[in-house]
């Protein structure tokens, strides 16, 4: 039997076969991969560039991409990296192909690679929200003064816009630029409501548009939604502090594999050094990180009371 090397012929043209296979069915179905994808990235990019403008960040299309590019090949080549302890051989090289993979897509919800952008930009838009709630009680006690005051509802609004900071000042200053260019307040009011998705915003707009069309009394309602806004945050605060030792609880054992980690590093390195140098230590890792990931999931979502 002829040979090539040290592969057989028939062997030879068996491998060929399966590569032209395989090549075919890509070659079929790469029309639909690459609209997937050019899809989900668009979109994606689309959500990133939306979610930027209303924290009044401009960034363009190109830059979005270009970033969650990046972050996706520089967490391939990261898991390259961090598994570069592994003797070499197909075995294990198909090993660290597996977790370069993982973590250059976020696959298991990990913030990493494809995901990461999202991650952050879905964190800043959080902490806003947590600023704008904070400064809500403050504008609508300013409001309700300066209506007390003899101040129109824009003057007050206005009063808001100069006496608060980011992002209440920026909110208001884009509602008071929308109606001076001619959009009725009720509608500048409605696109706040829209930026600013939450159960208090939308009390405080449906109630200025009804009570500017029934002459109702503002001032005693912008008393009541600060005092209901002001009631329910110490609440909050009480829930907070009750559920303390369920937090403290989750994150001493989401940090004690690590801890002890270290400590049996410092007592026997050769031992611990498997963890990242052989295939099974890093698949134990793995496995370990997915369970602790599962684990402090489900420990917030019991300590976590929506008020």
């Known amino acids: 039997m002829d040979t090539f090397g040290t592969v057989p012929v028939p062997g030879l043209v068996v491998l060929a076969c399966v590569f032209a296979a395989f090549g075919f ?31 009044f960040l401009t960034i363009s ?13 520089f967490w391939f080549f990261f898991g390259f990296w961090f598994t570069s302890g592994l003797p070499s051989g197909d075995g294990y090289f198909a090993f660290r192909t597996l977790i370069a993979l993982i973590l250059c897509l976020g696959l298991f919800r990990l913030p990493t ?12 838009w959080e902490k806003r929200m947590e600023r704008f709630g904070e400064q809500l009680i403050d504008a609508l006690t300013f409001m309700s003064n300066g209506l007390r ?3 129109s509802l824009v003057q007050s609004m206005d009063m808001v816009k100069e006496e608060l900071h980011d992002p209440m000042s920026q909110e ?8 001076r260019l001619g959009v009725p307040l009720e509608e500048a009011l409605l696109s706040l409501e829209r930026r600013i998705d939450t159960e208090d915003v939308q009390i405080m707009v449906t109630s200025i548009n009804i009570l500017r069309q029934s002459g109702g009394n503002l001032t005693e309602t912008f008393d009541t939604i600060a005092h209901t806004i002001r009631e329910r945050k110490k609440v909050e605060g009480k829930i907070r502090s009750m559920t303390a030792q369920g937090v403290s609880q989750g994150v001493i054992i989401v940090l004690m594999p690590v801890v002890l980690a270290g400590i049996l590093y410092l007592m ?17 890792v793995l496995f370990m990180l997915i369970l602790q990931t599962l684990g402090a999931l489900m420990i917030r979502k019991i300590v976590r009371i929506e008020v």
Do not use: H
């Open 113 to 124: 690679g494809y995901r990461m952008p999202r991650f952050i930009v879905n964190r800043m």
């Open 25 to 55: 069915l890509g070659w079929i179905l790469a029309p639909a991969i690459s609209k997937r994808v050019e899809d989900s990235t668009a979109g994606y990019v689309k959500w990133m560039i939306e979610t930027l403008d209303k924290m």
């Open 61 to 73: 299309g190109r830059t979005c991409l270009y970033l969650i590019i990046a972050s996706t090949i």
């Open 149 to 151: 005051s003899g101040l």
């Open 172 to 179: 208001f200053a884009l509602v008071l630029s929308q109606q």
């Open 268 to 284: 026997d390195p050769e031992l611990i050094r498997r963890l990242w140098t052989t295939w099974i230590g890093l698949t134990m």
